[in-house]
């Protein structure tokens, strides 16, 4: 029984604490076993309805919260860690198979979450978690461009977590279900959902910092950050009609920056936005074929943009 309330980021940070003292073979079935143990048990042992929470300051914080979209992300997730441990079996460096294995599980905390208290948590773990998959190229570039990502990162999460005070000043209550634009918490949770998904005037820091990671760190990067904000967008906000229009947009600017860039790795991060365009449309359109569509196109494209990134990394 505690196995099935046992929330799915837990196995990826004790596997990021044992990859820091485990060297050599061991490090590698650590990492390779966690995704792939942890996938299996969501599949087989984890059902929708699934709620498991904590207390503190009187506030209940839900971290596992199993319904049907939230498993459909879980499952996504799992299989973009096993992919990118797969590719990263030959680094020997500490710091991105420990990021790696931390910013996995923090993804998975995001999906999970059932409050916006949770989910600003794994939020802001996701930035932290994942500038050191920039900062391990150890350039100049890099380190500056893993700054900028590491604030703007860290601004979206200060926005959500204006929106969710406002939200339970005006409410009292901080689930994380359907939010919608009434009232400025709305707006504000919206705004940080859409820095994460790179909308418009919003993604400079996707082509800034995607192109200056390591190898194995684009891989990781291209799954896990602007997936988990097209979850939150499908689970705050679906059915939203400005989302059509921005993701309008998003299938289109990218495509003339794209043209024009000599450096591929920018390409694909300007592709990227592209492809997750068409996910924030399907949200807006908010029926259940659209959002079945939108889980399916975030399942391919998680796989073959991993496969382009490694491609570009080999």
């Known amino acids: 029984m505690w196995m099935t309330e046992l929330p799915p980021f837990v196995p990826f940070f004790i596997a990021a604490f044992m990859a820091i003292l485990a060297r050599g073979w061991l490090r590698a079935l650590i990492v390779l076993a966690t995704p792939l143990l942890g996938g299996l048990h969501l599949w087989f042992d984890v059902a929708p309805?699934?709620?498991?929470?904590?207390?503190?300051?009187?506030?209940?914080?839900?971290?596992?919260?199993?319904?049907?979209?939230?498993?459909?992300?879980?499952?996504?997730?799992?299989?973009?860690?096993?992919?990118?441990?797969?590719?990263?079996?030959h680094v020997r460096d500490t710091t991105q198979t420990v990021s790696g294995l931390l910013y996995a599980g923090s993804a998975m905390g995001v999906v999970f979450a059932g409050d916006l208290i949770?989910?600003?948590?794994?939020?802001?773990?996701?930035?932290?978690?994942?500038?050191?998959?920039?900062?391990?190229?150890?350039?100049?570039?890099?380190?500056?461009?893993?700054?900028?990502?590491?604030?703007i990162q860290v601004s979206s999460g200060?926005?959500?977590?204006?929106?969710?005070?406002?939200?339970?000043?005006?409410?009292?209550?901080?689930?994380?279900?359907?939010i919608g634009l009434e009232g400025i918490s709305g707006w504000l949770i919206f705004l940080a959902f859409g820095v994460k998904c790179a909308f418009p005037l919003l993604h400079n820091w996707?082509?800034?910092?995607?192109?200056?990671?390591?190898?194995?760190?684009?891989?990781?990067?291209?799954?896990f950050t602007t997936k988990a904000a097209i979850y939150a967008l499908a689970r705050g906000y679906p059915g939203t009609e400005l989302l059509v229009?921005?993701?309008?947009?998003?299938?289109?600017?990218?495509?003339?920056?794209?043209?024009?860039?000599n450096d591929l790795r920018r390409v694909l991060a300007y592709s990227l936005i592209n492809q997750l365009g068409f996910m924030v449309c399907g949200i807006g359109v908010g029926?259940?074929?659209?959002?079945?569509?939108?889980?399916?196109?975030?399942?391919?494209?998680?796989i073959y943009k991993a496969l382009l990134f490694m491609s570009m990394g080999a």
Request: charged share 10%.
């Open 49 to 89: 309805g699934v709620i498991s929470s904590v207390s503190i300051l009187e506030f209940d914080l839900i971290l596992l919260r199993t319904d049907r979209l939230s498993l459909l992300f879980g499952y996504l997730f799992h299989i973009a860690a096993f992919i990118a441990a797969l590719f990263a079996l």
């Open 118 to 151: 949770t989910l600003f948590i794994f939020w802001e773990l996701l930035a932290v978690s994942s500038v050191f998959l920039i900062w391990a190229r150890k350039t100049e570039r890099a380190i500056r461009s893993g700054m900028r990502y590491l604030v």
């Open 158 to 178: 200060m926005l959500l977590l204006a929106g969710a005070l406002v939200q339970y000043y005006q409410t009292g209550s901080l689930e994380f279900n359907y």
């Open 206 to 223: 996707l082509t800034d910092a995607y192109p200056e990671a390591t190898p194995t760190g684009t891989v990781f990067l291209s799954a």
């Open 245 to 261: 229009y921005i993701g309008a947009v998003m299938t289109i600017f990218p495509i003339f920056y794209a043209v024009i860039e």
């Open 287 to 302: 029926t259940a074929l659209a959002l079945n569509g939108t889980v399916a196109h975030a399942f391919s494209h998680v």
